[in-house]
Each structure stands twice: as C-alpha cells, then as structure tokens.
C-alpha cells in the first residue's frame, strides 16, 4: 500500500482545552488509486490530508506512507521524504508573490538538487498551457492561472503521491472544470496516487474511491460507477 493509516488520532490544543480532530482513522490507499475524501466543514477532511503529507504529525496510531512511518521520522527527514515523494495542491495556491511562475516551479526543484529544475519547470507549465505565462508574476494572472502553476509545481518533482484540497475552492465552474481535467491527466501521465478533499460531488464521482467523514471519523466509502462520473 501507498498510504496505510491504523487507528490514527489527532489531537490539538484549542483555546478550551484538547480537540479530537480526528479519532480511530484506519486506512489503506493502493498504488495509483484515486481517493476522494468529502464530509461537512470541520469533519477532519483537510486534516486527514495533512497527516498524509507529513504536514501535521499524528498523536496516536501510526502513518505510514510508500513504507515509511511518518510518525516516527524526524522534522528533517520528513522534509526530504515529502520533496522526494509528494506534490501538494492547496486551494489558496500559496505561490511566492515575488518569483515568476518558471522560477514558483523550478525552484522547490533546485532545493531538492535536480540540474535540470528550470528545464522540468517549463516542461511542466507547458503541459498545463502556461507556456506563454512563464514570466509573469502571480498578482498578473488569475486565479485559474495561479493553480495551473501551483499544479505544474506540485507534479514537477514526479511525486508518487499527489495530494489536492480543495482544488477548485476558489474558482469558477469553467475554470474549476479545466483545474480538474488537468489534475486527473497529471495522474494518469505520471501514475500518481491521488488523494484529494472536496466538496465537489462532480470531482469526487471521478475518483475509484469516495471516503465520507464525519465527526472526525470514517463514516463510510463509496465506489463511484462510470455513469455517476459521466454525469
């Protein structure tokens, strides 16, 4: 399994004491797979996400992702696990103001060493019909614009995991439609595990597998039939 999750909790510290996020997550996701998760806001979604990417660290049971156990990894070596291994996509896009969109996607690249950081980052933005937009600066693109480059960031390393909240969040029908094209054929391009957290039903028909949480718990699963996704 990629991903395997067993008897997992989160617990933070709220304003009023402890706050179970999440409680008894047990969970696999195979290679390749497409998982969606969906739930009402504060079901532990976004949450559940993070613990995949080693970007909140779990306080009871283990995680473990590609055979690593997160929960037991140091802050450093969690950083090189998820440069090596994960593309994230975050609905606010989270695109340094100050580079341009070649320089947004080449440079998590050039931190992880690759030479040809700059080369992969244009290959990318091409791949998502950016080519024309490399230099320009985030605050002179639109919204659609901005995920398109976070998307060729999160998929230029050749992540064997990609994960997505909210991918379409902030954007409109037309424009969440193309994010979402673009997401599923960056999977299928390079054979990415997909997990992604929406509240879309139209995005989550598309996955192999629909996760439904509640009360931060699993409180259940569905496997969309081809029909549904269709629609």
Known sequence: MVLSFRDVGLRLQGNAGPVEILQGITLDVARGETVGMIGPSGSGKSSLLMLMGGLERATAGSVTALGH?????????LARFRRQNMGVVFQSFHLIPTMTALENVATPLELAGRRDAFERAEEELRAVGLGHRMDHYPAQMSGGEQQRVALARAAAPRPAILLADEPT???????????????????????ATLVLVTHAPDLAARCDRVIRLADGRIAG???????EAAE
């Open 69 to 77: 156990d997160l929960t037991r990894l140091g802050e450093d070596a």
């Open 169 to 191: 969040g902030n954007l409109d029908g037309p424009n969440g439609q193309a994010i979402m094209d673009m997401l599923f054929g960056l999977r299928d391009k390079h054979g």
């Open 221 to 227: 699963e569905d496997r969309p039939t081809r029909a």
